[in-house]
């Protein structure tokens, strides 16, 4: 019997031809291959808190904890969840857990569940750079047009004057993200008055990627898009449980937004992911119950100010110039009084010359726009940032 011919290859257009494989997992690997210490991909080198892991174990061995949680979440951790928003916001209402929160598969799921329940093709949605690199991309999937403005360094807070020329009758989106990755900048009460009184009278809305919320920085504190009145009912507001408990792997986070809103992302994520990790929801309405004082939450800001600090007089002692960082677990630091190369060529430099590896932050660009800036991640344990300074020395 003849052996057929083999079939032509199906040319399959690419609906993101301009993107490759992201510069977290390229420098990731890179730092696999040259045996780098890893600051560059952001995930905490500890665990979550012990209470929590004998939680899961505990729900993980429990019969009929291993079958599909109800779509939005489990009950019990969506109102765990409302009464702590409730304690820590106590300006806004508090949020209704029947109609307002959503569990999804970290907040990654969240924004795109949000991005494709509201943006149509040719939607237009603003995008402060630089910025988490799922942005841009989750926004053309759905047609919509990414209109970018640049928060200028090395304070990286919002030309209101540059947003108001971009802002349109076609903006159907502002997206918000505070503290900011990677800069750690964070939206002040002035900002959310500024961004209020643009989008007065229009039907834009507010996703406000919030993440890094209980990390902020020197007495400042953190100020939710749902705790500014006349933001709160067009504002799908994010978090993750991911970067609260040190457990990025897990990936739960979720959404808050009035009941309309939260109809339409649930339209989404019934057929995206449908539900979350039946065990880890438990465990997670666990840590919530066990907490009422929100002393875990509370906790981390100083937590890691401590790290940031450590890390900074470390880096300072070998010469490095270090940006502000009011929130998040990222260290922005110029290179210039060392090398005259691109971000991503020092950064690979790093990675196989000193065994430490970063993230350039031209990645965090629509254009590459390079700005002479490299990425630190001081989510890890001390040993682990005297070493790598160390080695940066």
């Not at 065994?355 to 700005?371: Q, T």
Request: proline share 9%; charged share 20%.
């Amino acid at each position: 019997m003849s052996t057929p011919p083999p079939l032509p290859a199906v040319a399959l257009p690419s609906k993101l031809p301009d993107i490759g494989v992201s510069i977290f997992t390229q420098m990731t690997l890179l730092a696999q291959e040259t045996g780098a210490i890893n600051l560059a991909q952001g995930f905490p080198d500890y665990d979550p808190p012990q209470a929590l892991l004998e939680a899961l174990a505990r729900h993980a061995r429990t019969p009929g904890h291993h079958q599909y949680a109800p779509m939005p979440g489990l009950p019990r951790l969506r109102e765990a969840i409302a009464a702590q928003v409730a304690r820590l916001q106590p300006d806004a209402p508090a949020p209704d857990p029947a109609t307002e929160i959503t569990l999804t598969a970290g907040a990654t799921e969240a924004l795109y569940a949000v991005l494709a329940a509201v943006v149509r093709p040719g939607d237009e949605v603003l995008v402060f750079e630089p910025a988490y690199d799922l942005y841009g991309p989750a926004i053309r999937l759905q047609g919509g047009v990414p209109r970018y403005v640049r928060l200028p360094a090395p304070h990286f807070r919002p030309d209101w004057d540059a947003v108001r020329r971009v802002v349109s009758a076609r903006t159907r989106l502002v997206l918000v993200n505070t503290p900011h990755n990677p800069s750690g900048a964070v939206f002040s009460n002035e900002d959310w008055d500024a961004l209020a009184k643009l989008l007065a009278g229009t039907n834009t809305l507010v996703l406000s990627d919030e993440v890094y919320e209980h990390l902020v920085f020197d007495g400042t504190r953190h100020r939710s898009a749902r705790q500014h009145p006349e933001l709160r009912e067009r504002s799908f507001v994010l978090s993750s449980f991911g970067k609260t408990y040190h457990a990025t792997g897990w990936k739960v986070g979720y959404c808050i937004a009035p009941p309309a809103l939260t109809t339409e992302v649930r339209r989404v994520h019934q057929f995206l992911t449908f539900a979350v990790n039946t065990p880890t929801q438990h465990a997670l309405a666990d840590a919530l119950e066990a907490d009422p004082a929100d002393a875990h939450a509370r906790g981390l800001a100083a937590f890691y100010q401590a790290k940031r600090d450590q890390f900074r007089a470390l880096l300072t002692e070998g010469g490095w110039d270090l940006l502000p960082v009011p929130g998040g677990y990222f260290q922005l630091a110029r290179y210039d009084a060392f090398s005259p190369a691109s971000d991503l060529a020092f950064a690979q430099y790093l990675a196989r010359e000193k065994g430490v590896a970063v993230i350039p932050v031209s990645a965090f660009y629509h254009n590459g726009f390079d700005e002479g800036l490299i990425r630190f991640c001081f989510a890890k344990e001390a040993t682990t940032l005297e070493a790598a300074a160390a080695r940066l020395r």
